[in-house]
């Protein structure tokens, strides 16, 4: 049975009717760039690196398959990898994309409306503030600053600015007035309890920018301190829907700009976010109030393989971009930092109309290699022979972790000039990293698969064929002991029992079948059914590899005949077989 149906307590029907009501093309289209080839649909894959398109989408089965970097799946595989979601939530979006109402079990019911209370209760602590900041006589502090900042109505209104009033617990008796319970405000992050256990606001006196998830719900708030004591920035605690390594400010709005332009740029600030939206360059994030992390990046790539690094011009900027480097093998990601005017953050240079030099920067972003390795040599006094040492060998490090040999040498080349040590000494040095380092594989590395033999082609042909249905597939006779590899017969195994339920020649539903394709056996099946090639007669594939299955059982018999004496009651059975075999694969052969 599919997955989803262990998995997930919505109905089969419910499933089904997303299917037929999603093109999965049209979804790909909306994050990466796709054309048509045959019936297939090509695409340049997302989920990996990459300028060639590698990723085949069959739009009538709703199947895709990257034959760069292996992954595959459905409609809802899709919406997991590309929107970081697990398969629940791939259905109730995938659901409310379609305008599909989904039936649930009570125990579904409860959880989903658990996880909607919390948003709910969210929502309305956006539209309080908004509303606030609009008419509250005590918001006239935060309507200056944002006044100062450029920001009309329209700009609170696009990025659902508010204002969090300087009392202790106006938001929590509002919302208690709109019939929301202690417990979820406090869930919610809203409100907390205070030392006499009373429940109280968490935000006061500050500028609300409301933190939307990739699917667009408000999942919390940063908050901009206007005076007072207090940190500047104070965000959402981590909660059932807000968990800060997870969300970037900012990507619900700007990931289409994002896979479009084939870059993003990370800021430090909500307001360098918005600076760059309104300035035309809507494909600015932000961290939520944590420094950049794995996660973040991860998210990212899932959207483009170019991030340029956007941080202040000074040592906190630049230790950020440098814990960039640490977090993601060069060649992984095309990490690039942007280097800003010495004082002025994103945001100051579109307020004080100096936007062509934040564009002239990115445009003359620096590869965060480059950028790494000037900041070490920079660090050492050139000039002496054991500080020179040591900054080659420290630079060497940074290099070594590259993947790409070409590179390597070009960077030690440069290395080389600039401190005028011999180049064969540097490539040296960087040989020498490079076998201290632990061996690591990178996210998007696959194993490298062997060649393949004869019967193993044959026996992914047969897969291949099974999957359609023919009628003439359907008359012959297929065994278990056909398949002589263990994945393949795993496969059969999956798809065999499926297709015998179906009339012969009735179409499979194969995006129902093999579901988000997260096991071996279901990407293997996807990668087949997407090969765009003509199909082998299936008499001649299953005649192969009947000769392939008693090649291997007299292969067999023959080595454990050599164990045994010609005395042995044992020996003449095995013998008799052999010979039985023999003259069975001659007439096997001679059907070729």
Not at 145 to 162: C, H, Q
Not at 376 to 393: C, F, M, N, S, Y
Not at 513 to 527: C, F, K, M, S, Y
Request: hydrophobic share 35%.
């Amino acid at each position: 049975m599919p997955r989803y149906t262990r998995l997930v307590s919505y109905s089969r029907e419910d499933i089904e009717r997303i299917r037929e009501h999603t093109d999965l093309a049209e979804l790909a289209a909306e994050i990466t760039k796709v054309k048509r080839s045959g019936r297939s649909v090509m695409a340049v894959c997302p989920f990996h690196q990459e300028k060639t398109p590698s990723l085949s989408i069959d739009p009538g089965r709703g199947l895709y398959h990257c034959f760069g970097c292996g992954k595959s799946g459905d409609i809802f595989g899709w919406i997991q990898e590309s929107q970081s979601v697990d398969f629940r939530e791939a259905v109730e979006l995938l659901a409310r994309r379609a305008g599909i109402t989904l039936t649930q079990t009570p125990g579904e019911a409860k959880r989903r409306g658990r996880r909607e209370e919390l948003v709910r209760a969210t929502q309305a602590a956006v539209d309080f503030y908004r509303e606030r900041l609009k008419t509250g006589g005590d918001a006239g502090a935060a309507r200056g600053y944002l006044r100062g900042r450029g920001y009309a109505g329209e700009v609170v209104d696009r990025f659902s600015i508010g204002y969090s009033p300087d009392a202790w617990d106006e938001l929590t008796r509002h919302l208690k007035g709109r019939g929301f319970s202690d417990r979820t405000l406090a869930e919610a992050g809203l409100a907390s309890r205070s030392r006499v256990g009373r429940l109280i606001d968490r935000f006061r006196g500050r500028i609300m920018f409301p933190i939307f998830d990739l699917r667009g719900d408000p999942v919390g708030f940063g908050a901009r301190r206007l005076e007072g004591d207090g940190p500047k920035y104070l965000n959402t605690s981590e909660t059932p829907i807000y968990h800060k390594s997870n969300l970037l400010y900012g990507l619900n709005w700007a990931k289409g700009d994002i896979v479009r332009r084939g870059e993003s740029v990370v800021v430090e600030g909500y307001t360098d976010v918005i600076a760059l939206h309104l300035a035309g360059h809507p494909i600015a994030v932000a961290t939520c109030g944590t420094a950049l992390g794995e996660n973040h990046l991860d998210l990212l790539r899932r959207f483009s393989e170019r991030v340029l690094l956007a941080f202040d011009a000074d040592e906190a900027g630049a230790g950020a971009a440098l814990r960039g480097f640490d977090m993601a093998v060069p060649g992984d990601l095309d990490l690039r930092v942007v280097m800003l005017p010495e004082g002025r953050d994103p945001a100051d240079l579109v307020g004080e109309g100096d936007e062509h030099l934040l564009v002239a920067a990115m445009k003359d972003s620096t590869p965060l290699l480059q950028f790494s390795v000037d900041r070490e040599l920079a660090k050492h006094d050139l000039g002496e022979a054991e500080a020179r040492g040591r900054g080659i060998r420290a630079v060497a490090a940074m290099v070594a972790r590259h993947h790409d040999p070409l590179v390597r040498h070009e960077y030690a080349v440069s290395i080389s000039r600039r401190t005028g040590v011999e180049l064969r000494l540097v490539e040296e040095a960087v040989a020498s990293a490079g076998r201290k380092r632990q061996p690591e594989t990178t996210r998007s590395a696959r194993p490298r698969s062997h060649k393949l033999s004869g019967m193993e082609k044959a026996e992914r042909e047969l897969l291949r064929l099974i999957m359609t249905n023919r009628v003439e597939m359907r008359k012959q006779e297929i065994d278990e002991a056909l398949f002589g590899d263990d994945a393949h017969l795993a496969a059969f195994r999956l798809i065999w029992p499926e297709i015998q339920k179906l009339d012969p020649g009735a179409t499979p539903d194969l995006g129902r079948i093999l579901g988000a394709g997260e096991t071996d056996e279901e990407r293997l099946l996807a990668e087949l059914a997407l090969e765009d090639r003509p199909e082998s007669d299936p008499a001649d594939v299953i005649n192969r590899l009947e000769v392939g299955t008693v090649t291997r059982r007299i292969e067999q018999l023959q080595r454990e005949l050599e164990s045994l004496t010609g005395t042995d009651q044992e020996y003449s059975d095995k013998l008799e077989e052999l010979l039985a075999l023999q003259q069975q694969k001659q007439r096997l052969r001679s059907r070729e």
